[in-house]
């Protein structure tokens, strides 16, 4: 047995080591390609010996990064503040209001978590031109909360059930406190583990945001990171070192997200896949 453990103690640690390598090579790669001048044709596989940023300098004033940035920085806040308060919220009423149209609401909203975001593009489309909100930032915001509001409400549904005690919330009835009381005073500041899961998954969604940015925001002013980074791929495909630093810039902020979430991420995430 103990020979049997060890091999899979091995086995295990391999495949870990080799899942990070796929992850962390390309990442590696993309790195020394950004740091390289024009005409430098070393391998991609060596660091340069020499320290240059003008890649990024170019990427950012030629790509015209700086309003790219900005656009989807607004739209990705505003969209995840509004999925935490609205999810959380809605999902609470759903884990602690057992009644027959609480259950057959949470069944609709985990039915639809199945469905493809762009099989309504087209009367989504006919309704954003109707209401006058092509190329506004608010159409984009209201499409990312649209489509991952119910992955939202089913992982903060199933931490409430799991790890939630309700004596809890009894106590502090009990002290006078109001449902929105017990909510923001008791639940939400221990629900900070899956917060910070659905604060990453969403932001990384709405950050890599395509499909939708493409149609509803047509203007050069209104593009995202992904829209803007698109079209100058598409003028500098010979300039490897250019677009290598344009995607790393892009990249870069939900690395450093990730990175200082990441000890609630696992933890929400199991908890809140949890069927209750």
């Not at 991952?148 to 931490?159: D, H, N, R, S, V």
């Not at 344009?246 to 809140?272: D, K, N, T």
């Amino acid at each position: 047995m103990n020979q049997i453990s060890k091999r899979a103690k091995w086995l295990s640690t391999g495949a870990a080591l080799l899942i990070t390598l796929c992850h962390v090579v390309p990442y590696y790669i993309l790195i020394t390609t950004s740091l390289k001048r024009a005409g430098d044709f070393s391998s991609k596989w060596l660091l340069p010996d020499y320290f240059s940023l003008e890649n990024f300098t170019l990427a950012w004033e030629e790509a015209n990064l700086s309003t790219a940035f900005m656009n989807t920085f607004i739209i990705t806040i505003a969209a995840a503040a509004m999925l935490i308060i609205f999810g959380s919220l809605a999902a609470y009423a759903l884990a602690r209001r057992q009644t027959k149209l609480n259950k057959y609401i949470y069944m609709l909203f985990v039915a639809v978590m199945v469905i493809p975001p762009l099989t309504a593009l087209v009367p989504l489309y006919q309704l954003v031109v109707d209401a006058g909100l092509m190329n506004t930032r608010l159409v984009a915001i209201l499409n990312n909360v649209a489509a991952f509001l119910p992955l939202t409400i089913f992982l903060y549904a199933g931490f409430i059930r799991s790890t939630i005690p309700k004596e809890l919330e009894e106590a502090a009835r009990m002290d006078g406190a109001s449902t929105i009381g017990v909510f923001f005073r008791v639940v939400f500041p221990l629900l900070k583990p899956i917060t910070a899961t659905v604060l990453i998954l969403s932001c990384v969604y709405i950050w890599n945001d395509y499909q939708f940015a493409i149609f509803f925001l047509q203007d050069s002013d209104m593009h995202t990171l992904t829209v803007a980074l698109s079209s100058f791929f598409g003028q500098n495909t010979s300039q490897l070192g250019l677009v290598g630093a344009a995607a790393l810039i892009a990249s870069l902020p939900m690395v450093i997200l990730f990175l200082l979430l990441q000890r609630f991420f696992i933890e929400g995430l199991a908890a809140g896949s949890v069927k209750g």
